[in-house]
């Protein structure tokens, strides 16, 4: 088990969607870690971990702890994949940069998908996800989601009850 993270260096082929040819695939590695860390980035801890989805009771312990220590007490699931309607257009949809006035956390249930996390103006990260992956993106930092070359993810993503998803 092994987290990827990726710097993205290229500036214009992330900011401007008109240089991108494909914002799916990876572009440089610069880290791998093992289970269960903080991966801290110029100011920016992010918190990832390794859940074992095949150990349901653990997984539903591990999972109540964790929406009990960040105060959420809703969730949903987000379902993406190349075969749904307007596909395209939600990939578009969710690379648009946004940040929350409280910390993000997604649990990946199937499939694959990248994080991007602005660590300064216009200089981002990518981490990798895959099935049994939880990240916690912190208040108040931008980030968008893509799906790799699999297209799809299935994701759930936990949120204060008053707060609404997008």
Known sequence: MHISLYFLHDKRKITH??????????????????????????????????????????????????????KMSASDVLTLHENMNNFERKLEQFYEPVAKNVDSIFFIMDGSAYYDIEVDEDEWIRINVERGDLIIIPRGRNYRFTLTTQNKVVVERFFDADTQQG
């Open 17 to 70: 969607r008109s240089w991108i040819l494909d914002y799916r695939i990876r572009i440089f590695c610069i880290f791998y870690g093992k289970m269960n860390c903080f991966i801290h980035w110029k100011n920016v801890t992010l918190i990832f971990s390794k859940v074992d989805i095949d150990d349901r009771n653990a997984m539903k312990k591990r999972i109540s702890r964790i929406k009990a220590e960040r």
